[in-house]
């Protein structure tokens, strides 16, 4: 069967209020214990096997798949008193690919680690809809070696009806108890714990979408954006979570889908009617709130480089050692990915990008195909790039920052269509645009590093050698940003070619 629902966080202070509102709710206590290689072969395909042991007895399950989708298969085994044999052979005639995978682990199955929950549950009729709502309490552990993870959690899961009942229905519990959307499992933190120590998840990072030639404009649109909020949803759960650092990698990468995310809307809309233009702004200000956790995190770390104290740097002023230098900066990340508005945006975005294909005659808004609609944009952005790199050493810093953003838009406007298109020709492409965007953000990193030096109160020496190095840097790094740029408009534009059939 499958299985669709969302996931929420509950914050500590939200926790009272949300048990309240589950008091009459149906108690089941829960004991599941998870299996896996050592070197966790099924979790690396986002499969999950256990045993659980219910109010009715042990069942054997099998998941596999991504949010808010996945394939889930139970087999019940009855009442004992100690977990029964776990038999992947349960699985062969109802999930065959996934089984393949178990079989392909054989015996190096074993039990990585076990959840124990009191879980709470509703069962609510909504527009149409059965729904069940799980709020979970309890600890998951991976062994005596380490230290438990506490479980605080609300599931909502669609049994039958329209999936817009699911998202409406979690908006108003989001915005009622001011949970985040988080796309991770159990069983994903169960085994980062049983590898790692800990349930730091890694940075996600953009991934192709699911899109084919032929595919109706309107779809190919929903795909995108489903891509793009992939991304988001993952980088965005970790940074609420606290499971970050100012500097890390998973503030950048989010960011990086949250412009993604923007592009993919500006420049869809004429595909699907059900792309709601106030989407943007509230993404844009969220973009930039971030930035300035992202800024401080940059200048710190230029402050503490190898590259400044080999050349000499006496000791540098501490609000450049600082890492966090202020309230407004890196230290509001968390609080502004938990905002009860940029959390019921992602939950809109999201009943978007995963509604049901049946909306799609409603949505569907240019009759021809995805590359007519795309093809011109396109030539226009290339060529608008190409133009910028002729003049781009002689250019104001402005219009140079502009050109950095006109390439981005184009590098990622590409990699939408890039699965309609053949590999190599795809590759030749971005890998030319890369090395552009790369030399241009490290331009921009350095200008934005100048600017807060300047900035800083007080004289040092240490400042004002940052200073003095940092503006020795800048015409060397406009001409490789140049250089590289020009490579770029040189580029052959891969949509030019014929498609896959």
């Not at 509001?332 to 990008?353: H, K, N, T």
């Not at 940003?481 to 020009?486: F, I, K, T």
């Amino acid at each position: 069967m499958r299985e669709i629902e969302l996931k929420f966080q509950v914050p500590a202070a939200r926790r009272a209020a949300l048990q309240a509102a589950f008091a009459k709710a149906r108690r089941a206590p829960l004991r599941a214990h998870y299996f896996d290689t050592e070197d966790g072969a099924l979790a690396r395909q986002a499969i999950a096997l256990r045993l659980r042991l219910e109010p009715a007895g042990w069942v054997q399950t099998l998941k596999g798949g991504g949010f808010p989708n996945r394939i889930e298969h139970n087999v019940e085994l009855g009442h004992s008193p100690e977990p029964p044999r776990l038999d992947i052979e349960r699985h062969r005639a109802d999930c065959p690919a996934l089984h393949a995978a178990l079989a392909a682990a054989g015996e190096r199955l074993r039990e990585r680690f076990c959840i124990e929950v009191q879980r709470r549950i509703l069962t609510l009729r909504r527009e149409g809809a059965e729904l069940e709502l799980a709020y979970d309490l309890g600890t998951l552990r991976a062994g005596a070696a380490r230290e438990p993870l506490t479980i605080c959690e609300l599931e909502i899961e669609l049994k039958q009806g329209p999936t817009r009942a699911l998202f409406a229905e979690a908006a108003r519990r989001q915005q009622r108890h001011g949970l985040w959307l988080d796309p991770g499992s159990k069983s994903a933190r169960g085994t980062r714990l049983a590898e790692q120590g800990n349930d730091q998840a890694p940075p996600a990072r953009a991934v192709a979408p699911a899109v084919e030639a032929g595919m109706p404009a309107a779809r190919f649109a929903r795909r995108v954006i489903a891509g793009c909020l992939q991304q988001v949803l993952a980088n965005a759960a970790c940074v609420a979570a606290g499971r970050h650092h100012a500097e890390d990698e998973h503030l950048h990468q989010l960011r990086i889908g949250l412009r993604r995310l923007r592009i993919a809307i500006e420049e869809l809309a004429e595909l699907n009617s059900g792309i709601d233009p106030n989407w943007a702004p509230l993404l844009a200000e969220t973009f930039r709130r971030l930035g300035a956790g992202r800024d401080a995190a940059m200048l710190a770390r230029l402050a503490r480089q190898q590259l400044l104290q080999a050349a000499g740097a006496p000791v540098l002023p501490p609000a450049m050692m600082r890492a966090r230098p202020g309230p407004d900066d890196a230290d509001d990340a968390g609080e502004c990915v938990r905002r009860a508005g940029f959390q019921s945006l992602l939950l809109a975005i999201a009943a978007f990008a995963h509604g049901e294909e049946e909306d799609e005659a409603g949505q569907a808004a240019f009759e021809g195909s995805v590359l007519e609609a795309l093809t011109p944009r396109l030539d226009e952005l290339h060529r608008r790039v190409r133009r910028a790199a002729r003049r781009f050493e002689a250019a104001p810093a402005a219009k140079q920052h502009r050109a950095r953003k006109r390439l981005k838009r184009l590098r990622y406007l590409a990699e939408f269509i890039a699965p309609l298109f053949r590999r190599k020709a795809v590759a030749r492409y971005l890998q030319a645009l890369e090395p552009a965007q790369e030399a241009l953000g490290a331009l921009n990193d350095r200008v934005v590093a100048l600017h807060a030096c300047r900035g800083l109160a007080g004289e040092s020496a240490g400042q004002w050698f940052a200073i003095g190095w940092l503006a020795a840097q800048h015409r060397p790094g406009v001409a490789a940003a140049a250089a590289a740029l020009a490579r770029a408009a040189d580029a052959r534009p891969f949509w030019r070619g014929r498609p896959k059939a």
